[in-house]
């Protein structure tokens, strides 16, 4: 019967054991889930024969905490979580997160800066012979010389400041098994330089092996531009198939980066995600409340990794490569009958994908014996024609896990390409995620609006975006679906300048909330008794309370107090200046951002006028016959222009800007041409 590796020297006696193989140290609370990096690979290594303990979350300032399991017969594995620890730690404006999803409890300084550093060295205060081998997506980063954000600094190579033995990057499972079994041979670890997907010091490369020399660390440090060409060779050399041995050059020694592991095969995935995880947080946590991140993945299955989109400013190439590897439809499915019969399980398998969850195969046959091309990419600037767009597989899949007993829905929240979707010549799976696979709401990643910003990312144009959006709410109205795109949007991308950034402001300005992002911002409402919002409100809107039925879901009822004040909401929501009105004297806003009022008044307008049901439809025959006139209004976003001579005079405005900003255009005689929200409020 499966069950969690040894924590305590308690746990290994029961197990009649005397000493672990490998002591896997790791700065996350021991989940055994294969959606965490350290239970794959211990569990890897025990299908294999080996005796693995897991230390999670070691007191960083106590030696003692690294002893609990006695010294390993083969060596230390270290791994800094997840996600590496300073973006655990803190935000991209370097404020500190509050919260730590792989913490017991969620509790934040559990682990700390730069972990596996910090590990590694803690460990060596007490064993100083025995092999350290780190990996993990912060080795895998930093395995050279890097660029460090949080210190704006370079660094060197993660195997030098960690004073670890070897380092192993990528996905790890070939690499693992192949360093064990070479420890286990009686090899000294030193002599271990052989392994693809590792990274080793040496005082000189092999001579006898192909290796490209990279700018030296004190020519990266010294300028930036070998840096970016230091990069732009390793990042070459990501392929398993064609990348070369690559030497980083220091004072009097080398860093030797191996080639990538090869990608695995269809049954070597299947093996590592058959294996017997316990698929849950380890019980000694119950008492802080369990382990947050486990909630996000429990009911998720994966089904590849690797990603050919290759976005610039994306780990994902240098992690997992461009290949992508996935699982048979039979080892999937085996998952879910074993998620099905879970007690918490409610009939909702949350996710089935990866990095991104509509690709199910390698761009092309070719990539499989060659690997991919490094002269272009594979989605841009177009989609390669040699490219396979075909959905079918991921069809039939979500079809058969659609009719498994006990499962009510299957949804897709991994990040779909939505390109790579429109390439697909058939839309069945276009369809079928609209009809079937979204639950309420689908994310995408635009990253940018701006073409010239899109063209640095290495994003497909924003026509192609817009094109996947009309075709997508054309689908919702076709199958009587009422769901919401929540776009991914990146602002200050290298090559974005005030003008791109401005651009993508008003376009996020003009987007609107969806019911999840409305309810989310009326919580940040205090509520507060003295209500400054609601008495700086000209119209004299009920500002806290109909927040507070956002806050509920009870969209109908904000819209309720709103029209009793403030019939023309719609318009109101996009033009009133919130700004110096009610926002300025929201009490959120003495220490931070106030509450976006103005969205949350067009939100509620927006959600009322897509939801509220209609006596009937009335056609434009019905109107002209029953009227003596009839105006048809565009809307203050799509004001249209009458051609009427002197309209370019300075005195000569449009509605929109003399309603946006009325003190500007002040005057005693005002002529208002046009009708409806223009004469109204002019």
Known sequence: MAEFLPISKEDMNRRGWTQCDFVYVVGDAYVDHPSFGHAIISRVLESHGYKVGIISQPDWKDPDSVSVLGQPRLGFLVCGGNMDSMVNHYSVSRHHRKTDAYTPGGVMGKRPDYAT??????????????????GGIEASLRRLGHYDYWSDTMKRSILLDSQADL???GMGEKTIVEVADALNSGLDVKDITYIDGTVFKTR????????????SFAEIKADRRRYAESFKIQYANCDPFTAKRLAEPYDNFFVVQNPPQKPLTTAEMDAVYDLPYMRAYHPSYEKAGGVPAIEEVKFSLVSNRGCFGACSFCALTFHQGRI????????????????????????YIHDVGGPTANFRHPACEKQLSKGACGGRQCLYPTPCKNMNADHSD????????RKLPGVKKVFVRSGIRFDYLLADKKDTFFR?????HISGQLKVAPEHVSDAVLARMGKPKNAVYNQFVEKYFALN???????????????SHPGSTLKEAVELAEYIRDMGYNPEQAMQEAERCLNCPDRYCAAHCPAHNYIPEFIAEIRAGRFDRAWELLACTNPMMELSGRVCPYECQCESHCTRGIKGE???????????????????????????????????AVFLATGAERPVELNLPGRELAQVVQARDYLTHPETYSGKRVLVIGGGNTAIDA
């Open 117 to 134: 550093t910090v590990y590694c060295n803690l460990i060596r205060q007490t064993y100083k012979d025995v092999p350290i081998l780190i």
């Open 167 to 169: 380092l192993m990057y």
């Open 204 to 215: 000189e490369p092999d001579d006898s092996l192909p290796t490209v020399t990279l700018p």
């Open 324 to 347: 992508v590897q996935t699982r048979s439809h039979e080892s999937i499915l085996r998952e879910a009958e074993i998620m099905v019969k879970d007690r918490d399980f409610k009939g």
């Open 394 to 401: 991921y069809v039939a899949l979500l079809r058969k896990l």
């Open 432 to 436: 079928e995620l609209v009809q079937y």
């Open 477 to 491: 109205r076709q199958y009587g679906m009422n769901q919401y795109l929540v776009p991914y949007l990146m602002s």
């Open 594 to 628: 106030p509450v976006a009022i103005g969205k949350l008044e067009r939100f509620v307008a927006d959600w009322h006028r897509a939801n509220a049901a209609l006596e009937r439809d009335i056609t434009l025959d019905e109107l002209v016959h029953d009227n003596d």
